[in-house]
Each structure stands twice: as structure tokens, then as C-alpha cells.
């Protein structure tokens, strides 16, 4: 004889069982309202900053101080001659960097003199060692040797090393546009863009 099914009783037929609670969700993480300033993590890493113009150097809209230096050749050369004319600074003649940055203004030169610019390398490198390095580069420029760094500190702030840098000086003998610490390669072209917007 098969076993019968178990029965519910009336009163608990009509009422089913309770269902199981499913737990609360959790709270969602509030959203950060971001601002017209907030900028992504890249671009801001990667924004070039603009370097200070150190205590001591010329602004821009100074004249040059007056000064009397010489070139390789040993020619005296006044600050005061020096208009409408382009000049870079390097740590030391004859040294890998500072050969590529001469060398390009160099090869670049006629696109600064159609322009109406003449172009001077600046050291504290003696006259001896720019003739020797003139020559053998075949410069079409003077280099100004400038041993106590008068002219260098004007420009740059520093009278105990030159750093790589270039300057425009404007037809008035002032300073017109400045760029300190700069790449051997970028030199030449970076003040070919000012002066042919002048």
C-alpha cells in the first residue's frame, strides 16, 4: 500500500511561506562635480611651464649694459654695436653640445642675415681657443669672448657658469626676446621663428 502525501492543513494551505529578504544595496559612491579647471593627469604632467627669468638678468625692453669685450680675433667689440643682432651662449667652445648649436646657427646663417639679423656666439672661452674652433668649423660669425662674464651674467644671472641660451637684441640695443637653458638642436630655430615675425 502506497504511503500517502502528506496533508496541509486548511489554515496553513492558504497562506505561503515568506520570502527570503534579499540585503539592502550598498550606498553608491558619490560622484566628484568636476570644474572648467580640472584637467586630465597627462596634459597636466606633460603642460610646459615657462622658466623664470633669473634674479639679476636683463628684462625684456633692457638695453645691454655698456661693455667692451673682443672677439676671436682679439678686436675690441662694444655692446654698444651690438643691434638688430642674435646671440647664443654656451657652457665651452669645442665640446659636442655646444658644436651642434653653432654649427646649426652656421648652416642656418643666411635665413638670419635676410632677415636683417647678424648672429654672435658668446663664452668665457679666451680668443685663442674661438679662433681655433672658428676655424675648424668655418663659422660665418664672430665669437665674443667674455672672461669675467659680464655680458653672460647680464643676459643669463649667472656669473659662475654660461648656460645654453639665446637672445635677440632689437635695433634700439634692447633686449627683445630671451630663451635660457636651452636644447643644443632647438637653438637656431627657435629665434629664426621670433625674428621673422618681426
Known sequence: MTDAAPRRSARNAGNPAPAAHAPSPAPAATKRKSTSNDKPASAAATEKKPKPTPSG?????????????KTQDGTPISTTSLTSTVIFTYPRANTSGCTTQAKLFRDNHSSFTSSSYAIYGLSNDS???LKSWKEKQSFPYNLISDPKRELIKALTGSDDKTRRSHFVIDGEGRLAFAELSVKPVESWESVLKFVQKK
Do not use: E
Open 127 to 129: 680668443p685663442a681657443l
Open 57 to 69: 638678468a636683463l628684462t625684456i625692453g633692457s638695453p645691454l649694459p655698456s661693455l667692451t669685450l
